[in-house]
């Protein structure tokens, strides 16, 4: 079996459950133009992504590692009238790029993005005690994930869902030996899930049109 396969069940997926609209496509159009990676998540799994905030009643969302805002847009959109998402980016001028396309969804009222270092700016938001955060989306850089789902942990209620993205990486988590940091640091936080009785957690493999990767989704006791 080929990746063709996964990419036309991905595209069949998004044709039938998250289709998406302008708003969408503008801001994957402004990736290209802008030199962005493109990295951000898949329209099924933006619409996951919507599903588990719908599922835990979001109204309070963090986000590590905003991009150009696609998986942003799609949180934001479950908002309630009065609900809020912080995003945090540490470049510029990927943040600047998901500022225009937030405006252009009509979601700039929801959506807070803070410039910064992950690991600089979670400290803060806990100082200024903004959360309990009903859901977390951690997709910044992977070294740091165990760091940041601990935050995450801090930042939470009872019933708060926390979804880490990237954790299987192309079944790279398998070699024990790897020297790769992202690897490592997506191993470190696997590993920890295991041990962590604060949470109910498990990983589901994803694949799809861009990679073979996983998702960890922990629900806080
Ligand atoms: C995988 S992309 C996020 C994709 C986005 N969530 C989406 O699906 O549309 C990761 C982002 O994290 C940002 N990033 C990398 N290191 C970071 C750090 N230390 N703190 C905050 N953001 C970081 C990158 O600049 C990049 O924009």
Redesign the pocket.
């Known amino acids: 079996m080929d990746n063709l396969i996964f990419e036309k069940v991905d595209n069949y997926i998004a044709e039938l459950l998250a289709p998406e609209d302008k708003a969408l496509t503008d801001t994957l159009d402004s990736i290209e133009r802008e030199g962005?990676?493109s990295?951000?998540?898949s329209a099924p799994?933006?619409k996951f992504l919507q599903v588990m905030a719908l599922a835990c009643n979001a109204k309070n969302i963090l986000?590590?590692?905003?991009?150009?805002?696609?998986?942003?847009i799609w949180l934001a959109r479950t908002l309630p009238e009065d609900g809020k998402i912080i995003t945090?980016?540490?470049?510029e001028h990927?943040a600047a790029v998901a500022q225009k396309n937030i405006d252009n969804a009509g979601l700039s009222a929801k959506v807070n993005i803070r410039i910064?270092?992950?690991?600089d700016?979670l400290p803060q938001i806990l100082a200024n005690e903004e959360g309990p955060f009903d859901l977390v989306?951690i997709?910044?850089?992977k070294p740091?994930y165990k760091e940041y789902f601990e935050y995450a942990l801090q930042l939470s209620r009872p019933g708060t869902i926390i979804i880490c993205?990237?954790v299987v990486r192309n079944g790279a988590i398998l070699d024990e030996n790897t020297t790769d940091e992202r690897v490592q640091g997506v191993q470190r936080l696997n590993k920890f899930l295991s041990t962590c009785n604060k949470v109910t957690a498990t990983i589901m493999q994803t694949v799809g049109a861009k990679e073979y990767d996983g998702m960890a989704i922990a629900i806080v006791k």
């Open positions: 962005i990676p990295i951000s998540v799994q933006g986000e590590l590692g905003t991009l150009a805002g696609y998986s942003t945090v980016e540490f470049d990927h910064g270092k992950a690991i700016i989306f997709d910044a850089d740091p993205d990237n």
